[in-house]
């Protein structure tokens, strides 16, 4: 924080796209917030929503008097920006994909092409839930996706405890509304395309958050089956519901899961675990900044798991605050609760 200001002072790229504007609304009511720029090179000069600025093209922007950008711009476009903003001491808070992977090989695999800045790998990841230690006077975060950040949540109890069978395969079936997709339309999510329709895409083992989600599997548990991961268009605007299903080992039984994501999760402002009986649904977090988990034994062996957020809240612009917070050492939950 600049020592001369009570505030710190941000601007947001990309802030006319969904996960932007949601930044916008956030960030306008944070109290240790100055909101000093936000843009948009499709709407420059039209009126920002809730507040007294106007958007702004990206090359009018002013790094010198900012002291955090949070960017949300698309893979590539991102990592340009923020080795601009890195180099003139301006911290990152990064919504895009270029910095959630530890490597450059990594990242051609799931998004093709050379990393834009490899010199900056690995980065934080910003899933304060299970990386809280490492998210405090950093210079930049990457903000984990909407489906990782459901999912991991999801099985984080699990994988800490070591309690999965290593032999079977972990199963998330995931859907998430349209606005996941981002504002540019495209053909497959038009409302004519999405009303009274559910379809999956890139299922199996090839959408890009595949090796985002076994990435951070494997820094808490390496000894777990195969991830096999399907994600589904809602027709719905926003929210994220992830369905996972776990073969549990013989030193754990389904019934035991529910003390366990209690004690897990019993501090965590930003995570509720429903009681035993109950199922989570887009309501309990559409338009909140948190996530919902609840926990269904099917047999001993057998575990369902349902975690659900805003795509946009806790899976982008409510997570990239919270991390955010975490990096300037102020309350975790500001602005968010």
Partial sequence: MSQLQDKIR?????????????????LSHHPNVELVFGTSNTYSGTPIPGTALQYIPSDDADLGGVDAVFLALPHKASAQMAGKALAVGVKVIDLSADFRLNTAESYAKW??????????????????????????????????????T?????????LKAHVLDEHAPIIVDAKSGVSGAGREPKPTT???EVFGNLSPYNPGRVHRHVGEIEQEIHK?????????????LLPVDRGLMAS??????????????QGL????YGSEPLVTVLPAGQQATLK???????????????TDKYLHITSVTDNLRKGAAGQAVQDFNLMFDLPETQALL
């Fill in 190 to 192: 038009h409302f004519v």
């Fill in 111 to 148: 998004y093709g092409g050379e990393h834009p800045h490899p010199e900056l790998l690995p980065v934080p990841y910003g899933l304060p839930e299970m990386n809280r230690g490492a998210l405090s006077n950093i210079d930049l975060v990457a903000v984990p996706g909407c489906y990782p």
């Fill in 261 to 264: 994501y209690e004690e897990v």
């Fill in 150 to 158: 459901t999912t991991l949540l999801g099985l984080y109890p699990l």
């Fill in 284 to 298: 309990h977090v559409v338009r909140t900044n948190g996530c919902a988990i609840s926990l269904t034994p099917v």
């Fill in 244 to 257: 996972i299903y776990v073969t549990l080992n013989d030193d754990f039984t389904s019934d035991q899961a």
């Fill in 10 to 26: 941000v601007g947001v790229y990309g802030a006319s796209g969904y996960a932007g504007q949601d930044l916008i609304e956030i």
């Fill in 220 to 232: 808490v548990n390496g000894n777990v089956g195969t991830l096999i991961f399907t994600p589904h």
